[in-house]
């Protein structure tokens, strides 16, 4: 299982809070939403939002997912941190990593940022007993597919549940409440892939 999450000392996580929240900050002004105004939107309070955009508290998956649904933004346009031009080939060196700091879930920004072809391929570790949840997205939903590489990964989709192993592809959306909970004592691993711009009807 990947190890590293832009590298494993202290001094490597603080640099990458500060990444994040001059990325949120950046999004936020972007976007003419007032720290009250984002706090309004997205139920994450507005003491905590200030506190991420300084790096003064590590975020985690699920306050993460509140802050960019309520932005419009993907949580790849928040943890991969790239203001570069499209890239053709991003080495595995060079791939974004983040791990959140309640769950030990780590997620690698493997394709190159703001490919051409639209297409963001997410490499996610998920910890043995770990679960992290995701709040359905009101507005700018996207569609994804889950391919299962190693272990087991039970999916909750609003009250519907999916099992995948190992080679298993589900395909589904943004639009509900979606868990990702690893019910075994294994670790497991699996691809996310998106497409931007695209709709779906509910699965």
Not at 90 to 96: E, H
Not at 106 to 132: F, K, M, N, W
Request: charged fraction near 25%; hydrophobic fraction near 40%.
């Amino acid at each position: 299982m990947c190890r590293a999450m832009f590298g494993s000392e202290a001094m490597d996580q603080q640099k990458l809070d500060r990444a994040i929240g001059r990325r949120l900050k950046i999004l936020r002004t972007q976007a003419g939403m007032t720290l009250n105004e984002l706090a309004s939107r997205s139920g994450v309070s507005r003491a905590m939002i200030g506190r991420v955009e300084r790096a003064q508290s590590s975020a985690t998956a699920a306050l993460l997912n509140k802050l960019c649904a309520a932005l419009d933004v993907s949580l790849s346009d928040v943890v991969a941190l790239s203001e570069k031009p499209p890239e053709r080939l991003t080495r595995l060196a060079d791939q974004p990593q983040w791990r959140d700091p309640d769950s030990g879930y780590r997620r690698r920004h493997a394709s190159p940022a703001d490919a051409a072809s639209g297409i963001e391929i997410i490499v996610v570790d998920l910890p043995a007993g770990a679960r992290v949840s995701y709040s359905p997205w009101g507005r700018n939903a996207f569609t994804q597919q889950l391919l299962m590489l190693e272990g087991a990964v039970c999916v909750h989709i609003d009250a519907k549940i999916v099992r995948l192993r190992d080679g298993d592809c589900l395909d589904f959306d943004v639009m509900r409440a979606v868990t990702f909970e690893n019910e075994t004592r294994q670790d497991a691993r699996y691809v996310i892939i998106t497409r931007r711009g695209t709709s779906y009807g509910k699965m």
